[in-house]
């Protein structure tokens, strides 16, 4: 018997019948003796149709009154669920946040969780019921209804499983697992069978959309093991977990690289011929602060009779509340322009392997070098390159960094599992 | 400077737009002074759509389940309104029954008002907030999210304007107001400027659908004066209050009838030749008491050699269910056999004056034989009279007897407010 908690994404409940699908999953899950409690997203587009409702009303809605509103589509599909698990003859109980004591900060609309009481789920699972509890929400100390921001589903059920100190947390999404490469950019990606928590934040953090950076996060600081799972296909998925565990269970020497991922959603920007003086760094990426722009990457090349080029990445999304600021420090300080490249891509090469092998960096630019791959951006962790290319070239770099490191897929295919989407 | 609770109906927030002229309407009045709690149903056909998608999963869902999910309705239209105000530059605030302290019993789907805590309220007020209230629904002594059933919205803002001695509590909807007959029945009618709880009541319980029973009774019991008003055009409106104050506002001497009432949901049943002993009728609703079936009028005929006929009248919805009681009923008791007819109207003439007028009832009956009605069921009280009619029937009694009784609008009907449904 374990205690499972089990994670749906909207896509996953987006209808009646796959609403269905998931309560029968559930049900069979607790008939094989399994205590399980699932954490649900909203519906399909509920929330996309709820935003616009709101904007249509106010292009600026108060975050208090939309945290109000969006909170209501998780309400709908757990009292849904909840009610599909019953028609199958168990007994089920939804919960939204408040109820199921998912206190959080009173940041309204990107709200963090501060504590989780696991009493009322410790209570209904001895009564033998499927709890199913409204993923995105919480309360804050005032009584106010929060959400959590991007990831908050994720977030909620790795943060539910730690709390009630559940033996797995089963991400279920509409991929079956954590890839070498974005199939459809690598047709030769390959599922992987399993993950440290450093390997899945890198991939995480740079571009691989399975699982929310977030909730790997909150997995890896209190020791959740992940299963991220197709709520559509059966299949082994992919586990997240400890470096060690993962060295236990599976061969010594794990691969060197564990996958490629890729990012189309950054932005490149140069300030040119910046007079090598103290604290222009500070002062540039201080404003990027102030005006809240997610600054990625950095480099500043070495200086050249006092003068450098400073260089970073930061969301396509922000570029146009940082370009005046940008033009603005330019001036100030003298330098020679600004710079915006909005059509790059960063690809990374991750794997926890790559720490006791020297000369992966060396191999990655010269498998670049020989397909014509022109690279503008270098950075690096202990399990991570990334480099900035031209966004033209993203599949083309991302196809040869997968075969150059034997990263593909062995089979000759038919049994692959398509992704849907 | 008033204190004022204004509930708005579905159809009256059935879109963004009528959202918007909600809102609009609320700051005028906040402007103008007032401070204003306004009460909100769900939006348009919201609920239904929620309730269809609940049986899409489970014919039966759990009544737990089913509050958690109706609860959503009323939850977004207040947030989108408290939004929508915001947007004209008045401070707003949105809140579940939960979160202002509407307690209820727990019975789910059908919860009674145990008390309202008003100091949520209070608060806001004082911060010079709009504030918008879920109708429709409270919250247990356990936190269980309850609904109030049918009528819910407008018991919501009758109960709220009593907890916290508001002046007026105004109940917005698609008719501008209370009148003498159905516009659609009889095009004569015309609207009344204020009549007494007790008229009201015997309105709402004969088949005028303005405002809910249970609303009036609650107004009634705390001494709230309704305003009864449209959200789509200008106009007085009708106040139902006290009839002393009415005597006092309007002429000495009321109108001897305030208006004339019909119902089609109901069908007549009858146990033909039942023996006249001791407790038939006793066994009989007893049973219709266990079946929830909600009798309305009852006849039993004067005995003729220990023999009698019982008939009553139910909801259309209760005959599936109380056909096969009666039928044991009257082969267990060795009557004749069981009647049901459902196609009949109940028409009801109402009004305070009638108490002091004797004759009334005739006129009513010579005034339906003129015109060739012919009556089956007879019930009074003291400011009511209602017969049972044949449904056909039902346009032309209702038509007559607003004529006979002095109802019919004098005006050339030229200023007349069209009935928007």
Redesign the interface.
Known sequence: MALVVAKFGGSSVAT?ER??NV?ARLVRRHNAGDQVVAVVSAMGDNTDY?VD??H???????V???D??L??GE??S???L???I??LGVR???H?GA?VGIHTDDTHTKAKISHISGDQIARDLAQDKVVVVAGFQGIDSR?EITTLGRGGSDTTAVALAAAIHADLCEIYSDVDGVYSADPRVCPKAHRLDSLSYEEMLELSANGAGVLQLRAVEFARNYGVVIHALSSFVEGPGTYIKEAEENMESDKMEGPVISGVAHDLSEAKITLRHVPDTKGVAALLFERMAELNVNVDMIIQDVSHDGMTDISFTAPLDDVERLTPACQQISDQIHAEGVEINTHVAKVSLVGAGMKSYPGVSAKMFRVLADVGVNISMISTSPIRISIVIDADQCQLAVRALHTAFGLDDASDGSDSVKVVR
């Open positions: 009646a609403i269905k309560a709820l409702l709101a249509s009303v106010n292009p600026n809605p108060p208090r009154e939309m109000m509103l909170s209501t309400q709908v757990v009292a849904v909840a009610m599909a019953e028609a089920a109980i939804s939204t109820q009584g």
